[in-house]
């Protein structure tokens, strides 16, 4: 296939009425990234481009077709969404499925092969930098890198691609989308990167003593504003309503008691913040696929997949599973074995 | 009369001996402004601050009382007013802009005591941008520019040989004759300065903003609530947002009323007790966010709660551009009037 | 912008010991009246704002009239503090700010007919106006009450209801969604109950109080029966947590339902798309 073939399959999809919805990447006005385009609109989806700059994870958005609030009588089309998932985005649909949140028929896959996404807030700090002008138009991000387009045809090299490459990109070892119906282009080869390599920063952590371990993480979430950028990114925070914030203070049912449905208030400080996070990072212990998306939502750079990667190096080293790798075996922490280690429970 | 100072660190170290001075600084790879420390302020590094000066004045969250059981019933103590003199130093003209946004708000109708002693015994040193600091700056837009004083006691542009200080309130008239080491600026760097603000003010982009071009039934606000993941980002991150809700925490016996920022991009900030939500959907809420900002506002005030800082635009990680929106409106309303 | 209102702390409540609490209706939806202190002076149709300790505060029309030497609201067991709300018993300790909102512009319907259209707990404003204009009997025309409930387990103040419909002075007229054996009045929906009456427009004000689905059709309805927008107004329900103007999540376009509303002519309301949904 190719960018115009995978296309006009859409279109022809659209038309014929097999699929509800395309979600893909449009060009949006930040240069650095294409943003999510969500449509059913056979002109709109003329516009979906596929490049390193499709950096979004676009799983959450089937999530969100089951929330919207339809008005009264009207019930939800039920025919599969179409939706283009790189490989971290299509270990993400596995879980939705393992988990039974979404139906394989509900999704239309268009896997997306990638070596790698570009980072936008580098890329962005890394053109203010070196580029002269300040018109984010005249700017053309590939694979080889970021160039600037000086005079209509010159073009200035800003920056190499690794040096404005996504970290998560930078360990990935699952380059091609492990579940599909269809690809853009052709598999690519695997970066083959190490399970060492893709632990290196948390082995360095891991290295810190106690207390400074405290002292970093005190000092990255007390930046936290509570904004919730990261949970509500994030594909597989799907819960309607969640106990970390008072997103659905729902009215109880009047022969019910009163559910205090929350367990942190809204209150930002500090021992919230921490209570937050680190329940967060419990929920997403081997679910998590380390697609980015909640570090680069978060508006003050805390490093949320440091503490992600934690979590999942734990139960990788403790039971050997990869989270999203396959839908149909059960969630780690869903099964039970004899053999699982326990040394954690003390006599 | 504008004054000038030849070693702003000088300055700041001498304003951080006598009040709570906030300065820009850096935290890895964030600014926000912090309590000053004795670290030399760098004009050249700093852009803007990740989150705008709001935050002294107006805090995430801030307790408004105690309350406790006794056996006549319950007794309150309000906490104590944060009456602490305070100086902000090196706030872009857009974030003090801010701040004038927000005492239109708190001080409407019904004085807000919590906000009203804060902002009283602030005073706020804006610093001109003699550079727009982002490609998504749209100040001039919002009739503001990179140098306006709005909101502001004093306003300092950075030149060659040191920081020239405009007085624009009292206040800041009072502050800058109270040290020795601010002279009378003379004539050619009144001149530069000025030189300095013309230049860029070109250099910001400037957008048609139409309040009655804007529609409240439109396809765009469907479009745009698709993909907005309904996060608090540019509400939070906003110089001018100023929603907020009350809380209780506690027990029924003791325990404190607690006031946190709050938004209209979160499902539960209007949904009733019976089910009933008036903005259910995000597209809604985009909506109400902008159409506050940019009708509701203006109707009452006459001007835009929106500063141009462009904060919403460049943080929003799936990129809802309030420009965007405005341009497409204008455009709009001009063919419907070319062809009726 | 209006005139200053001087508090020193909109924010601070005053505690209040619940004077008398009454059940009006029992059952899942169940109904509470609740009288404390009066605390301060208001004008019908304004709210006040009640907390109960621990658990948070909520906004409330009054529903006494401010002729009486009381405050009494009616609570529909409904969210987590008005659930919290009616656990409470006579002698428990409350919070309340106030007054907050407009309130109806009773000094400029002097003369006027005045037609009361209710439904549920939305009897709550209204009964606060037709006890003032009772008190005041001289200064207004005939007053109708058209006030409707699920089942008549859930009419609420039956007993001022069953006095009212003894007066000669205001003539009521009730009705129930469900068909029930004894039941005498009109059994039907409050809009067609309205219909069916169809009170004449002339010289009448006519204030609607409801859920917003009742609203929305007795708007309709009135207008068919030749009511103009200046003659139809109606009350407002918004989640509200500050009551002045700040928190903004009561917000319809450049209006707070707080402190600008709850009280609205639907000249005013058509304006706003959003407000009547």
């Known amino acids: 296939m190719s960018k115009e073939g995978i296309k006009s399959e859409i279109i022809d999809l659209l038309k014929s009425g097999k699929i509800k919805s395309f979600v893909g990447y449009e060009k949006g006005t930040n240069p650095f990234f294409l943003r999510p385009l969500i449509t059913s609109s056979v002109e709109e989806v003329k516009k979906a481009d596929f490049s390193v700059l499709c950096v979004s994870n676009l799983v959450r958005y089937v999530i969100d077709d089951f929330k919207i609030a339809l008005p009264r009588g009207k019930t939800r089309d039920s025919r599969p969404i179409a939706v283009v998932v790189k490989g971290c985005d299509s270990r993400a649909v596995n879980v939705l499925l393992q988990e039974h949140i979404i139906k394989r028929s509900d999704v239309f896959l268009i896997g997306m092969p990638c070596n790698g996404v570009i980072d936008p807030k580098a890329a962005e700090s890394l053109w203010y930098e070196r580029n002269k002008t300040h018109d984010p138009t005249k700017i053309r991000i590939s694979n080889e890198g970021m160039f600037e387009i000086a005079d209509g045809k010159e073009e200035i090299k800003l920056a190499d691609f690794d040096e404005i490459e996504s970290e998560k990109c930078k360990v990935c070892m699952h380059n091609n989308p492990v579940i599909y119906d269809e690809l853009v282009w052709d598999k690519v080869d695997d970066k083959k990167v190490t399970r060492g390599e893709r632990y290196k920063k948390v082995d360095d952590y891991e290295k810190l003593d106690p207390e400074k371990k405290w002292l970093f993480w005190s000092d990255e979430f007390s930046k936290c504003i509570r904004c919730y950028g990261c949970k509500n990114i994030c594909p597989l925070c799907y819960c309607e309503e969640c106990t970390l914030a008072k997103d659905k203070e729902k009215a109880v049912l009047p022969n019910e008691k009163i559910w205090k449905t929350s367990w942190i208030d809204k209150e930002v400080n500090f021992s919230n913040n921490v209570a937050y996070h680190m329940n967060r990072a419990m929920h997403l212990a081997g679910r998590c696929v380390d697609c980015g998306e909640c570090e680069r939502a978060c508006p003050v750079d805390i490093p949320l997949r440091l503490l992600y990667t934690k979590v999942e190096k734990d139960i990788y080293e403790r039971y050997g599973y990869e989270s999203g790798m396959d839908s149909e075996v059960k969630p780690v922490l869903a099964t039970f074995d004899i053999n699982d280690k326990e040394e954690f429970i003390e006599g | 009369m504008a004054k000038f100072v030849e070693d702003i660190n000088k300055l700041l170290v001498e304003l951080a001996s006598k009040v709570e001075l906030y300065v820009p600084t850096t935290n890895k790879s964030i600014v926000n402004f912090e309590k000053f420390t004795g670290e030399p302020f760098e004009a050249e590094k700093f852009k803007n601050s990740t989150e705008p000066i709001k935050k002294i004045l107006f805090p995430e969250s801030e307790i408004l009382y105690f309350y406790k059981k006794d056996e006549n019933g319950y007794k309150f103590e309000q906490v104590p007013l944060d009456e602490k003199k305070k100086i902000i130093f090196g706030a872009r003209p857009c974030d003090c802009a801010g701040v004038e946004r927000l005492d239109r708000v708190f001080y409407g109708d019904y004085m807000d005591p919590y906000y009203d002693a804060r902002r009283k015994n602030t005073i706020i040193i804006g610093l001109a941008c003699n550079e727009p600091p982002y490609h998504s700056c749209f100040c001039t837009s919002v009739d503001l520019s990179p140098s306006s004083t709005v909101g502001m006691d004093v306003l300092a542009t950075q030149l060659e040989n040191g920081y020239l200080l405009e007085e624009i309130s009292d206040k800041g008239k009072e502050l800058l004759g109270s040290s020795e080491l601010v002279r009378d600026a003379n004539e050619d760097e009144v001149k530069k300065a000025k030189k300095l603000h013309e230049e860029s003010h070109k250099k910001v982009k400037k957008i048609d903003i139409d309040t009655n071009a804007i529609e409240f039934e439109s396809d765009l606000w469907g479009r745009e609530g698709k993909r907005c993941i309904g996060c608090g980002t540019c509400t939070f991150l906003c110089p001018t947002c100023h929603c907020f809700t009350i809380e209780y925490v506690g027990s029924t016996r003791q325990g404190r009323v607690i006031r946190s920022w709050d938004t209209c991009q979160f499902q539960a900030y209007s949904l009733e007790a019976s089910g009933f939500n008036p903005r259910p959907n995000k597209g809604e809420r985009v909506r109400q966010r902008l159409h506050h900002k940019y009708r509701y506002f203006a109707d009452n005030f006459g001007e835009f709660q929106c500063v141009g800082c462009g904060r919403c635009v460049n943080l929003c990680p799936v990129n809802i551009d309030v420009r965007e929106v405005m341009v497409y409106f204008k455009k709009k309303k001009q063919k419907e009037e070319v062809i009726p | ?277």
């Not at chain 3, 005139?3 to 601070?12: A, F, G, Q, R, S």
């Not at chain 3, 009486?68 to 503090?81: A, Q, T, W």
């Not at chain 3, 008190?135 to 609420?156: E, N, P, Q, V």
């Not at chain 3, 339902?257 to 949904?277: I, R, T």
Request: aromatic share 10%; proline share 6%; hydrophobic share 35%.
């Open chain 3, 1 to 277: 912008m209006t005139t200053k209102i001087d508090v020193e702390n909109p924010y601070l409540p005053v505690p209040l010991k619940l004077e008398e609490v009454t059940e009006e209706v029992s059952g899942p939806r169940a109904i509470k009246r609740f009288k404390v202190k009066k605390l301060f002076d208001y004008k019908p149709g304004q709210c006040a704002m009640l907390s109960v300790f621990g658990h948070g505060e909520v906004m409330l029309a009054i529903s006494s009239s401010p002729t009486r030497n009381y405050l009494e609201f009616g609570v529909l067991k409904m969210g987590i503090v008005t659930n919290a709300l009616h656990d409470l018993k006579q002698g428990d300790c409350i919070g309340v700010r106030g007054p907050f909102g407009n309130g109806f512009p009773l000094k400029e319907w002097k003369g006027k007919n005045i037609l009361f259209i209710g439904g549920g707990i939305g009897i709550t404003p209204l009964r606060s106006v037709i006890y003032y204009m009772l008190d005041h009997r001289d200064d207004y025309g005939k007053l109708d009450l058209i006030y409707g409930a699920r089942t008549s387990a859930d009419l609420c103040y039956k007993k001022d209801l069953e006095e009212l419909e003894k007066r000669d002075d205001i003539s009521a007229h009730l009705s129930i969604d469900v068909k029930e054996e004894d039941w005498k009045g009109y059994t039907g929906f409050v809009p067609a109950n309205l219909l069916e009456l169809a009170p004449p427009s002339v010289n009448t004000i006519a204030i609607t109080c409801g859920p917003p689905i009742m609203i929305k059709f007795v708007i309709q309805d009135l207008l068919k029966l030749k009511f103009s927008d200046k003659q139809i107004f109606t009350t407002l329900e918004r989640r509200m947590k500050c009551g002045v103007g700040k928190c903004g999540r009561c917000n319809i376009g450049n209006l707070y339902v707080c402190k600008d509303g709850p009280v609205f002519s639907y000249d005013l309301l058509k304006k706003f798309p959003e407000a009547l949904e």
